[in-house]
């Protein structure tokens, strides 16, 4: 009587086992597989290049300076710039303007002057420099030709021909 009731017993325990372990070993190895090509995807930032269509392949540089260019991005940075950069190596709002166009790439420049916020929401020099300056650099609403045109007016104030 008490050698059936055993037997009885772990029957049924081994069933509970059973049923339960199969379903559990398929669901692990499904989920396994998901976030390793979730990683692999995923864009990696340009510290160099900055974000923003602007790369050093559609900035065209010219050698030498468009004169005309010069001019006129100097009468911009008047206007929507000039409250706050020094065109010298001396800090206003923000850092002074001399030595910029070595200190960072053309493109560089390009995507920040015509869209600062991504940048300064991701790119460790401009993150380092408002932590200095503690003024977020507003949209200026440059047009392209803006901006190329105060890039020129940049190369021409680091003496650049
Ligand atoms: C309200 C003040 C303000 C105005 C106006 C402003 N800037 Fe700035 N700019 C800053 C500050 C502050 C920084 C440093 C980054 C930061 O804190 O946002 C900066 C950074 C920069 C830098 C990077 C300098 C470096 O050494 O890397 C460039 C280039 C620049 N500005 C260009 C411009 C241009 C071009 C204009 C005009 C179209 C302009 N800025 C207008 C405040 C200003």
Redesign the pocket.
Known sequence: MKKISILALSALVSMFVACGSPEKTESAGGSAEQPKSMVEEAPSYDPHRGEGKWTAENVNLNEPLNAEWVTSGES??GV??????KFSDEK??????K??TT??SPE??MN??TN?DPM?DKDP??QA??????????N?S?SDG??RN?LEF?FKNDGKK
């Open positions: 911009v940075s929507k710039c000039a409250s706050c950069h206003l709002v923000g850092p002074g303007w030595g910029v200190r960072r560089w420049i920040f002057i600062p300064l020099e401009a420099m408002l932590e200095i300056c503690l003024v977020r650099m507003p200026q440059l803006e901006a105060i940049m």
